[in-house]
């Protein structure tokens, strides 16, 4: 799976909340925030500047060369179960 530099960037910054938010006392509420932006909205904002990148450099854009980027969505969907379960752990104790 072809992961861009927004990806990349997204994962380090999610770590390093992760270590942050584990030392604090977090809610539910995170919980469902963070289901709605890695099911949704993060998929979206990275298969966005993926094709925006690839457009740029190509003439001609053929609808098979991008259809990779469609895997971003279960990619994403399993950050999020993870980061769902790392939560969950965290209310539970």
């Not at 072809?2 to 990806?7: A, R």
């Not at 003439?59 to 790392?86: M, S």
Request: positive net charge.
């Amino acid at each position: 799976m072809n992961l861009g530099y927004f990806d990349y960037t997204f994962i380090v910054i999610l770590i390093i909340l992760n270590i942050v938010f584990w030392k604090k006392r977090t809610s539910w509420k995170l919980g469902c925030l963070i289901g709605i932006i890695f099911y949704i909205l993060i998929p979206l904002i990275s298969i966005g500047i993926e094709v925006n990148r690839y457009t740029v450099d190509k003439d001609l854009v053929d609808n098979f060369e991008l259809l990779y980027t469609y895997f971003r969505f279960p990619f994403y969907w399993a950050i999020g179960l993870v980061q769902a379960i790392i939560l969950g752990i965290k209310t539970k104790k």
